[in-house]
């Protein structure tokens, strides 16, 4: 079968989790707070007009230093563990992957995180292993493993850059996207992907899936009005096909939703693959 794999494409921050990673994560490890640092960063950007997460990332290095606090891998790593997750995401993955199996299993699953925080957190997470992919925003580390510099930065414009990278099946950042692929030879086709993301930062994707086919999907915080009022408007303006509440049990309406898309991108793989 052509062209047989579905990708759900994740936003972390407000999408997975109800806090970003970093509150979870290096502020209570560097004992910052974290309004008047985002309140530095900004000044920054303004006067420098600089990216707000190079600035951030550098910030960070050094902020850290001034505590005699070196980043490492290994830091990281042990920060994951404390993120916390919207409920039911630790066992949506698998329920996925049982539905599509159990309904259409001639259609394959795969699931993707991009996001503008640390890589080096993504690949600690206690889901990791659940998904396919993670995208994020690195450091380079010197050779005593020590955080020096931002390598990679994962802006709100640069995530569509890594829906191309699933879309061709160049998932790695030094492999080129440039080059012209025909539609026919990409794996994953932006009909097949579903990308589910929680507000401002992902209208880019979101625009870019949906003119080419694909879905969109905007969740919000259980009892958050002004996230709520977000998803509204991204529904008005018709950057997503729906909206629901940050609940991933298979009794929350966003699985149920999910699922129906499912259905309907496999009902139209399998319509194409028997006119072949």
Same mark, same amino acid.
């Given at each position: 079968m052509k062209q047989n794999i579905i990708a759900l494409v994740y936003d972390f921050d407000g999408t997975l989790t109800p806090k970003t990673m970093q509150e979870y994560t290096v502020f209570p490890r560097l004992k910052l707070n974290p309004g008047k640092f985002w309140r530095t960063i900004l000044t920054e950007a303004a006067e420098t007009e600089g990216?707000?997460?190079? %600035?951030?990332?550098?910030?960070?290095?050094?902020?850290?230093?001034?505590l005699n606090i070196k980043i490492t891998k290994e830091e990281f790593k042990a920060m994951a563990s404390k993120i916390k997750y919207f409920k039911g995401v630790t066992s949506w993955f698998e329920h996925i992957n049982k539905y599509v199996k159990s309904k259409h299993n001639k259609i394959k699953v795969a699931h993707y995180v991009i996001s503008a925080g640390h890589h080096e957190i993504l690949e600690s997470t206690s889901i990791r292993n659940k998904l396919t992919n993670v995208f994020g925003s690195q450091y380079y580390f010197d050779n005593k493993g020590h955080a020096t510099f931002p390598k990679n930065v994962v802006t709100d414009t640069a995530k569509t850059q890594f829906l191309f990278r699933i879309n061709k099946g160049k998932e790695k950042i030094s492999d080129s996207i440039n080059s012209h692929m025909p539609e026919a030879h990409r794996p994953i086709p932006f009909e097949n992907m579903i990308y589910i993301g929680d507000g401002l930062t992902d209208v880019p994707?979101?625009?870019? %899936?949906k003119k080419q086919n694909g879905h969109a999907v905007s969740v919000y915080p259980k009892n958050s009005k002004m996230q709520m009022k977000v998803s509204n408007e991204l529904l008005s303006a018709k950057r997503v096909d729906f909206i629901a509440e940050a609940n991933y049990t298979k009794s929350g309406i966003l699985y149920k939703r999910i699922c129906l898309l499912i259905d309907m991108i496999s009902a139209r793989i399998k319509y194409a693959n028997e006119l072949l």
């Open positions: 990216e707000i997460m190079m %600035i951030y990332m550098r910030q960070l290095i050094t902020y850290a230093e001034s994707s979101m625009a870019l %899936i």
